[in-house]
Protein backbone atom coordinates (compact mmCIF):
# COMPACT_ATOMS: atom_id res chain seq x y z
CA UNK A 1 0.00 0.00 0.00
CA UNK A 2 1.35 3.49 -1.00
CA UNK A 3 2.51 6.34 1.81
CA UNK A 4 -1.50 6.69 2.85
CA UNK A 5 -2.49 8.29 6.34
CA UNK A 6 -5.78 8.18 8.00
CA UNK A 7 -6.67 12.05 8.61
CA UNK A 8 -7.34 12.70 11.75
CA UNK A 9 -10.57 15.56 10.94
CA UNK A 10 -13.23 14.04 12.66
CA UNK A 11 -15.80 15.38 10.59
CA UNK A 12 -16.36 18.59 11.89
CA UNK A 13 -18.67 21.34 9.84
CA UNK A 14 -17.30 24.86 9.07
CA UNK A 15 -18.95 27.78 8.32
CA UNK A 16 -16.37 27.67 5.49
CA UNK A 17 -17.79 27.99 1.67
CA UNK A 18 -17.60 24.87 -0.28
CA UNK A 19 -16.57 25.03 -3.47
CA UNK A 20 -20.07 25.15 -4.95
CA UNK A 21 -19.79 28.57 -3.29
CA UNK A 22 -22.92 27.44 -0.27
CA UNK A 23 -21.47 27.38 3.36
CA UNK A 24 -22.13 24.21 5.05
CA UNK A 25 -24.40 25.31 7.09
CA UNK A 26 -25.66 21.21 7.91
CA UNK A 27 -28.94 22.18 8.42
CA UNK A 28 -28.87 24.17 5.10
CA UNK A 29 -27.20 21.43 3.50
CA UNK A 30 -29.57 18.83 4.32
CA UNK A 31 -32.64 20.69 3.41
CA UNK A 32 -30.81 21.22 -0.05
CA UNK A 33 -30.69 17.90 -0.28
CA UNK A 34 -34.19 17.00 0.66
CA UNK A 35 -35.45 19.45 -1.82
CA UNK A 36 -33.47 18.41 -4.55
CA UNK A 37 -34.86 15.33 -4.26
CA UNK A 38 -38.70 16.81 -4.17
CA UNK A 39 -39.47 16.47 -0.46
CA UNK A 40 -41.91 19.05 0.95
CA UNK A 41 -39.57 20.81 3.81
CA UNK A 42 -41.76 20.76 6.95
CA UNK A 43 -41.21 21.95 9.90
CA UNK A 44 -40.15 17.68 10.82
CA UNK A 45 -38.26 17.57 8.12
CA UNK A 46 -36.34 21.25 9.62
CA UNK A 47 -36.06 19.11 12.99
CA UNK A 48 -34.71 15.92 11.77
CA UNK A 49 -31.80 17.97 10.05
CA UNK A 50 -31.16 19.84 13.10
CA UNK A 51 -31.12 16.72 15.31
CA UNK A 52 -28.19 15.94 12.81
CA UNK A 53 -26.56 19.50 13.31
CA UNK A 54 -26.72 19.80 16.83
CA UNK A 55 -25.17 16.48 17.51
CA UNK A 56 -21.64 14.88 16.87
CA UNK A 57 -20.90 11.77 16.13
CA UNK A 58 -23.90 9.08 15.79
CA UNK A 59 -27.19 8.58 16.15
CA UNK A 60 -29.11 5.47 16.55
CA UNK A 61 -32.79 5.76 15.07
CA UNK A 62 -34.10 5.35 18.96
CA UNK A 63 -31.93 8.51 19.25
CA UNK A 64 -33.41 10.06 16.48
CA UNK A 65 -37.01 9.47 17.35
CA UNK A 66 -36.65 10.08 21.53
CA UNK A 67 -35.39 14.06 20.24
CA UNK A 68 -38.01 14.18 17.47
CA UNK A 69 -40.73 13.09 19.90
CA UNK A 70 -40.01 16.57 22.16
CA UNK A 71 -41.17 18.46 19.32
CA UNK A 72 -43.86 15.95 17.80
CA UNK A 73 -45.23 13.87 20.30
CA UNK A 74 -47.52 12.13 17.64
CA UNK A 75 -44.74 11.25 15.33
CA UNK A 76 -44.21 7.17 14.89
CA UNK A 77 -41.14 5.55 14.94
CA UNK A 78 -41.91 4.31 11.74
CA UNK A 79 -41.86 7.53 9.86
CA UNK A 80 -38.75 8.51 11.75
CA UNK A 81 -36.74 5.02 10.52
CA UNK A 82 -38.40 5.97 7.28
CA UNK A 83 -37.06 9.24 6.83
CA UNK A 84 -33.51 8.36 8.15
CA UNK A 85 -32.89 5.52 5.39
CA UNK A 86 -34.50 8.05 2.55
CA UNK A 87 -31.84 10.69 3.86
CA UNK A 88 -29.16 7.77 3.77
CA UNK A 89 -30.04 6.80 0.00
CA UNK A 90 -29.73 10.43 -1.05
CA UNK A 91 -26.59 11.15 0.37
CA UNK A 92 -27.46 13.61 2.83
CA UNK A 93 -26.91 11.11 5.80
CA UNK A 94 -23.80 7.70 6.55
CA UNK A 95 -25.21 4.96 7.97
CA UNK A 96 -22.72 2.63 10.01
CA UNK A 97 -23.62 -0.77 11.79
CA UNK A 98 -22.17 -1.16 14.95
CA UNK A 99 -21.72 -4.64 15.68
CA UNK A 100 -23.18 -4.13 19.48
CA UNK A 101 -24.85 -0.69 18.81
CA UNK A 102 -26.84 -1.95 15.47
CA UNK A 103 -27.85 0.67 13.22
CA UNK A 104 -26.93 4.59 13.46
CA UNK A 105 -26.44 7.93 11.27
CA UNK A 106 -24.61 10.90 11.53
CA UNK A 107 -24.35 13.65 8.85
CA UNK A 108 -22.59 13.27 5.70
CA UNK A 109 -19.57 15.31 4.80
CA UNK A 110 -20.39 16.19 1.44
CA UNK A 111 -17.26 18.34 0.70
CA UNK A 112 -15.04 15.48 -0.75
CA UNK A 113 -14.67 11.78 -1.19
CA UNK A 114 -13.47 9.93 1.48
CA UNK A 115 -13.95 6.84 3.81
CA UNK A 116 -14.00 6.01 7.36
CA UNK A 117 -11.64 4.29 10.23
CA UNK A 118 -14.20 3.64 12.97
CA UNK A 119 -13.52 2.82 16.61
CA UNK A 120 -15.76 0.05 17.95
CA UNK A 121 -15.05 1.34 21.11
CA UNK A 122 -15.72 4.58 21.17
CA UNK A 123 -17.14 5.29 17.76
CA UNK A 124 -14.57 7.82 16.91
CA UNK A 125 -14.35 8.17 13.45
CA UNK A 126 -11.28 8.82 11.18
CA UNK A 127 -11.14 10.26 7.26
CA UNK A 128 -9.30 8.06 5.54
CA UNK A 129 -8.54 9.92 2.10
CA UNK A 130 -7.40 6.09 0.71
CA UNK A 131 -9.76 4.47 -1.91
CA UNK A 132 -9.60 1.70 -2.85
CA UNK A 133 -12.16 2.02 -5.73
CA UNK A 134 -9.02 3.51 -7.31
CA UNK A 135 -7.42 0.49 -8.17
CA UNK A 136 -8.49 -1.22 -11.52
CA UNK A 137 -10.57 -4.12 -10.10
CA UNK A 138 -12.69 -6.95 -12.66
CA UNK A 139 -16.07 -6.75 -11.93
CA UNK A 140 -18.17 -9.70 -13.13
CA UNK A 141 -21.19 -9.09 -15.92
CA UNK A 142 -20.33 -5.14 -17.24
CA UNK A 143 -21.06 -4.18 -14.01
CA UNK A 144 -21.46 -0.41 -13.19
CA UNK A 145 -20.72 1.55 -10.14
CA UNK A 146 -22.94 4.22 -9.00
CA UNK A 147 -21.76 4.58 -5.40
CA UNK A 148 -20.09 2.87 -2.82
CA UNK A 149 -18.64 2.66 0.65
CA UNK A 150 -15.86 1.63 2.69
CA UNK A 151 -15.25 1.47 6.14
CA UNK A 152 -12.46 0.00 8.32
CA UNK A 153 -13.82 -1.31 11.49
CA UNK A 154 -10.63 -1.34 14.67
CA UNK A 155 -9.74 0.14 18.07
CA UNK A 156 -8.51 3.78 18.13
CA UNK A 157 -4.78 4.71 19.61
CA UNK A 158 -6.79 6.56 22.80
CA UNK A 159 -8.77 3.25 23.32
CA UNK A 160 -5.72 0.89 22.85
CA UNK A 161 -3.73 2.61 25.77
CA UNK A 162 -6.65 2.25 28.58
Same mark, same amino acid.
Given at each position: MSEQHAHAHPHEHSDK???GGNTQDPVKQMV???? #? #??? &?? /??QRRE?? @? +? *??RTEGYLSPKDVYDQMTVAYPSVSFDTVYRNLRLLSEMG?? @?QFYFMEGGLKF &? /??CLS %? !? %? !? !?? +?CINCEKTLTFEYCPMEQSIELPGS *?? +?INHRFEVYGVCETCQKE
Open positions: ADSQVMS #N #NGW &RI /TDLA @E +I *FAAL @E &R /TS %H !H %H !H !HL +I *FK +I
